[in-house]
């Protein structure tokens, strides 16, 4: 969404800067909303769960925000209202991805959060790449790419994700004060 929204909202669909400002600022809250979620997820339905449960949201707002396009409802909300939903599950998967990169190796926590940030950098210069070639007149190229990552995202966290086992509690009282006072 960062890669190519503000040419969507502004250049395609005739948003103002600032209004584009309190679109981004909207899909941010949903981020943060779905890192609230996730924390009750994990404590639910462990790591597996909550990354099983998030792929809904992240489908469900992909897949709609790509169905409008295609359909020719090219307006703000249309967009916006699926990415809430998209941003929701992304709010899931991030910290969940940060801790399946860096849990299995405890000791070097610190090289394995640099090389998951690396590979998540290098993947959104790509996009970024592809985007600015892409993008037009059009919101297609944003909102089908969008749909494209939601179907991969799904499939990757219902099986690929599944099959591994739950990640060992950390050791008590390693984690314990962190949570205190959050829920």
């Known amino acids: 969404m960062l890669a190519g929204s503000s040419f969507v909202f502004i250049n395609v669909l005739g948003s103002s800067p600032l209004a584009y400002g309190a679109i981004l600022a909207t899909s941010s809250m949903a981020y943060i909303a779905g890192t609230w979620l996730c924390r009750r997820l994990l404590l639910r339905h462990g790591l597996r769960g909550a990354v099983k449960r998030g792929a809904w949201f992240s489908l469900a707002g992909g897949l709609s925000m790509a169905a409008l396009s295609l359909a020719g409802v090219e307006s703000v909300w249309?967009?916006?209202?699926?990415?809430?939903?998209?941003?929701?599950?992304?709010?899931?998967?991030?910290?969940?991805?940060?801790?399946?990169?860096?849990?299995?190796?405890?000791?070097?926590?610190?090289?394995?959060?640099?090389?998951?940030?690396?590979?998540?950098?290098?993947?959104?210069?790509?996009?970024?790449?592809?985007?600015?070639?892409?993008?037009?007149?059009?919101?297609?190229?944003?909102?089908?790419?969008?749909?494209?990552?939601?179907?991969?995202l799904a499939t990757v966290a219902w099986t690929l994700i599944q099959r591994d086992d739950e990640p060992a509690a950390p050791p008590v009282g390693s984690l314990a004060p962190l949570g205190r006072g959050l829920g």
């Open 78 to 152: 249309a967009i916006m209202l699926p990415q809430w939903l998209f941003a929701i599950g992304h709010g899931v998967h991030q910290p969940c991805g940060q801790v399946g990169a860096i849990g299995p190796f405890p000791d070097k926590a610190g090289t394995a959060a640099s090389l998951s940030g690396f590979a998540m950098m290098l993947t959104a210069f790509g996009v970024g790449q592809w985007l600015g070639h892409t993008l037009g007149h059009s919101v297609l190229p944003m909102t089908l790419g969008i749909g494209l990552f939601s179907i991969l």
